[in-house]
């Protein structure tokens, strides 16, 4: 018998930037637990590719191509989902990317970019999500900060405003909809390897080093590591957790 607190049978759940790193580890988690999965990025190849992976675990899987800093383009994603999956129970913002530059370098048109990505997607979708998920009765919004939404870096100016604020948008919506029944959390990943990660450790030199030699665990993290705390988010265990911001990193921000 599955365990009913992590069981998501009969959820449908939108992972934005699902079809690589951190959230395809999250939507194979969902997916484990018996959620239905829409993914959502703007690479239809690796989209594709991700669905396969979702369906061989067994349940329903959709692609819907969204570029999710265009506000049309992510109405007509929701109707999508609605339409063919049925309801909408989870959604995880996590779509993201970085310009890795010094704050006084940094063009109006990267800043832009960069908060449109990081934190604007996070509230376009919510708001166009938001009535399905009361509908749902039992909404889960996840949201994806950063070790930038506590410290700073000096490569990462846009970045971190963007993950800063992902946090306080969180604990605006948690609030704003306990009494919808909606829960709303942040996750905040450590040092992950996956592509974006790539471009930082060959952009910012000796990174490699420092993230080993600070995470008590003394590895970066695996995509697979989110797939836990994304079930555990979305599913009726964390009826009672809202607003939080979860490091999910090893133990980086807690090393002194
Ligand atoms: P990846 O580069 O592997 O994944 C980024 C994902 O976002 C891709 O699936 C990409 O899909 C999607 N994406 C980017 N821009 C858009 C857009 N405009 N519209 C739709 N989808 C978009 O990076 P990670 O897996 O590492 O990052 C995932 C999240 O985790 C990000 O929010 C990142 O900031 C955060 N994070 C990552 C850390 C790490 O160490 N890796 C640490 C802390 C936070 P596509 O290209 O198809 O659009």
Known sequence: MK????????KVAIVTGGNGGIGLGMARGLADAGAAIA???????????AVEDLRQRGVKAI???????????????????VKELGRIDILVNNAGMSIRKAPHELELEEWSKVIDTNLTSAFVCSKAAYPALKASGNGKVINIGSMMS????????AYAASKGGIVQY????????????????????GWIDTDLTKGARQQVSGLHERVLARTPAARWGTTGDFAGIAVFLASPASDFVTGTAIPVDGGYSIMA
């Open 3 to 10: 365990n009913q607190l992590f069981d998501l049978s009969g």
């Open 39 to 49: 993914v959502v990025g703007r690479n239809e190849a690796k989209s594709s590719a």
């Open 63 to 81: 692609a819907v191509t969204t570029d999710v800093t265009d506000k049309a383009a992510v109405a007509t994603m929701i109707a999508r989902v």
């Open 150 to 157: 506590i410290f700073g870096a000096s490569f990462a100016a």
């Open 170 to 189: 969180t604990r605006a919506c948690a609030t704003a909809w306990a009494s919808d029944n909606i829960q709303v959390n942040a996750i905040l990943p």
